[in-house]
């Protein structure tokens, strides 16, 4: 008779080491138990079922009981909640919730995949409301969505700018709601840099989001939210997503132990503190292969592949653990935006020494029809050129960009590394130089002191104290917007005006998006000047950093016009 493996949850890591172990061993006894009504539902799929993406809820559901059973003889208990682990006897006891029937079941392995709960705080007033929804599984969203049909909302509030936030308050949008984001922080999105995240920010308000920042709940009421400053929200229907809270009450009540980001501490098979006893999923705490430190990371890939990790490990097969990075993407209406390993502020906040690149360049060639601007910032160790992260925002294949620095991430690559990655090129696909080899490329010039730049989050300091600022762009262009105080000198002009350029001061160029202000900025120190610096993202990336934050404080502009094209 084969192993009796227990599983406590069956959405993606439970599910996946059920599958695992039956394709390993046809003999064991494998049963699932989840609290739900489902098992195997899509959760990223969620926030796609409020604007119709996804039209029929139950096909957010892969996987029904019978369906487990009928292809791969697992049993799957729905509405089966476990409510103790007895260790010593290795039995777990299960309540149905349909029943309240309590019973008990015997175990040689048990898996703990129980996921990760919304975070609802105590001390809004109103958090409790009928009108106040969670986005977890396919019974919150047919909740939420059942609620704004029937009683027909046209105004609700997304609290929490994070992923889920930005999908339901899109969703939303898009089935035609008036849609408020609020985020208690500076930014939405935070595996993005704040001066990343302005794209999206723009890119939210142009598509009618009313974008709160910067502000969080203060209570609820029944048809409005009032925030921390006291502003008040029309909120008819209002949707919490600010966040979880790994599932660990228990995994504590059994004594397992918990690592000191409160999830459950696994090794590196994700075995637990106790041999007969595993856990995978948003419920655990993972290594961090960049910061070499424990984390979370709620994300669907790596419980998968935790899942089959856990299982080989059942059977003695060997797993090489290399501890998580953290890759992600997300759509925010006509753009894609992903990103993987550590941004600016993580790496910093790790004690990294680190430099990065900002550019602007094609995501394929420019003739085609449908090319657009790709905004790639790369992150770099210094000194040593070490790959650490990147993020992608463009209406082209952002998640390609990204999966290829995972890649380099993964393998330990360098910029020289990246500067001669081999892709493969074609007009209606990229560009010759594609956007990471020209990124790999700008970053060593910096490594290597070719030039020197300064980034877009500068520039409005370098302004107001009345720097010395060039834009290389031709005429028209500086006639359609520029900074208040720029100089115009065209790149096709620049040889035959070295004379107007100061060699006594500091110098700093800029042109649409960096390479023709990068071309200039070559021309001089060839010419003999010594203090010349390039604006990173240059005037696109300055009205894209600039302008969120202009119309929501109503500061002074640094540009005449802006520019985003």
């Known amino acids: 008779m084969g192993k009796r493996i227990l599983i406590v949850g069956g959405v993606a890591g439970g599910a996946s080491v059920a599958a695992r172990v039956r394709r390993i061993d046809g003999d064991a006894e494998v049963i699932m138990f989840d609290k739900g009504p489902h098992v195997s539902f899509s959760n990223c799929s969620l926030p796609y079922h409020l604007s119709g993406i996804v039209e029929n809820s139950a096909d957010l559901v892969l996987m029904s009981p019978e369906k487990f059973k009928k292809q791969y003889d697992i049993e799957a208990r729905v509405n089966s909640e476990v409510?103790?682990?007895?260790?010593?006897?290795?039995?777990?006891?299960?309540?149905?919730?349909?029943?309240?029937?309590?019973?008990?079941?015997?175990?040689?392995?048990?898996?703990?995949?129980?996921?990760?709960?919304?975070?609802?705080?105590?001390?809004?007033?109103?958090?409790?409301?009928?009108?106040?929804?969670?986005?977890?599984?396919?019974?919150?969203?047919?909740?939420?969505?059942?609620?704004?049909?029937?009683?027909?909302?046209?105004?609700?509030?997304?609290?929490g700018g994070g992923f889920i936030g930005v999908e339901v308050a899109e969703n939303l949008r898009l089935a035609g709601k008036n849609v408020s984001l609020i985020e208690a922080q500076n930014q939405i999105m935070a595996p993005f840099d704040f001066d990343m995240a302005q794209i999206l920010h723009k890119e939210m308000m142009d598509n009618g989001i009313n974008l709160i920042l910067d502000d969080g709940v203060q209570a609820i009421a029944d048809d409005a939210i009032e925030l921390q400053s006291g502003r008040k929200i029309a909120a008819q229907a209002v949707v919490m997503s600010i966040g979880v809270t790994p599932e660990t009450s228990l995994a504590r009540d059994a004594g397992i132990e918990i690592g000191v980001t409160g999830a459950i501490k696994v090794d590196h098979n994700y075995l637990t503190n106790d041999k007969n006893i595993y856990a995978v999923g948003d419920a655990i705490e993972v290594y961090s292969q960049l910061t070499h430190k424990p984390t979370k990371l709620a994300l669907a890939g790596p419980a998968q592949r935790q899942a089959r990790a856990a299982a080989d490990h059942m059977y003695g097969m060997p797993h090489n653990y290399k501890g998580v990075i953290g890759s992600s993407v997300v759509q925010v209406?006509?753009?894609?935006?992903?990103?993987?390993?550590?941004?600016?502020?993580?790496?910093?906040?790790?004690?990294?020494?680190?430099?990065?690149?900002?550019?602007?360049?094609?995501?394929?060639?420019?003739?085609?029809?449908?090319?657009?601007?790709?905004?790639?910032?790369?992150?770099?160790?210094?000194?040593?050129?070490?790959?650490?992260?990147a993020q992608a925002i463009g209406k082209g294949n952002v998640d390609k960009r990204i999966d290829v620095i995972a890649a380099m991430i993964t393998m330990g690559g360098t910029l020289e590394d990246l500067k001669e990655l081999e892709l493969c090129y074609a007009p209606l696909f990229g560009t010759a130089k594609d956007v990471v080899n020209y990124a790999a490329l700008?970053?060593?010039?910096?490594?290597?002191?070719?030039?020197?730049?300064?980034?877009?989050?500068?520039?409005?300091?370098?302004?107001?104290?009345?720097?010395?600022?060039?834009?290389?762009?031709?005429?028209?262009?500086?006639?359609?917007?520029?900074?208040?105080?720029?100089?115009?000198?065209?790149?096709?002009?620049?040889?035959?005006?070295?004379?107007?350029?100061?060699?006594?001061?500091?110098?700093?160029?800029?042109?649409?998006?960096?390479?023709?202000?990068y071309n200039a900025v070559m021309a001089l120190q060839n010419a003999g000047y010594a203090n010349v610096v390039n604006i990173s993202g240059s005037f696109l990336g300055i009205c894209l950093y600039e302008y969120v934050q202009d119309c929501t404080t109503g500061r002074e502009k640094i540009v005449t016009a802006y520019n985003f094209k």
């Open 83 to 159: 409510v103790h682990i007895n260790r010593d006897s290795k039995k777990i006891a299960i309540k149905n919730l349909i029943t309240g029937e309590q019973y008990e079941e015997s175990y040689d392995k048990l898996v703990l995949s129980p996921g990760a709960s919304p975070i609802l705080p105590r001390n809004i007033a109103g958090i409790d409301s009928q009108h106040v929804f969670t986005v977890r599984n396919v019974v919150d969203i047919e909740k939420l969505n059942g609620y704004i049909v029937e009683n027909d909302i046209q105004d609700v509030a997304v609290v």
């Open 333 to 389: 209406f006509e753009l894609g935006a992903a990103s993987t390993g550590l941004n600016e502020k993580t790496a910093k906040a790790a004690d990294i020494s680190c430099d990065f690149v900002y550019i602007i360049a094609n995501d394929k060639v420019g003739l085609m029809p449908d090319s657009n601007p790709m905004h790639f910032k790369l992150i770099y160790e210094y000194p040593t050129g070490k790959i650490l992260g």
């Open 442 to 517: 700008v970053g060593l010039n910096l490594l290597y002191g070719r030039f020197q730049q300064v980034p877009v989050t500068k520039v409005r300091e370098l302004v107001e104290k009345g720097a010395y600022i060039v834009d290389v762009r031709e005429t028209g262009e500086f006639a359609r917007g520029h900074l208040v105080n720029a100089v115009n000198i065209p790149l096709s002009e620049l040889r035959d005006r070295f004379d107007e350029i100061p060699k006594d001061q500091p110098v700093y160029l800029h042109c649409r998006s960096s390479q023709r202000s």
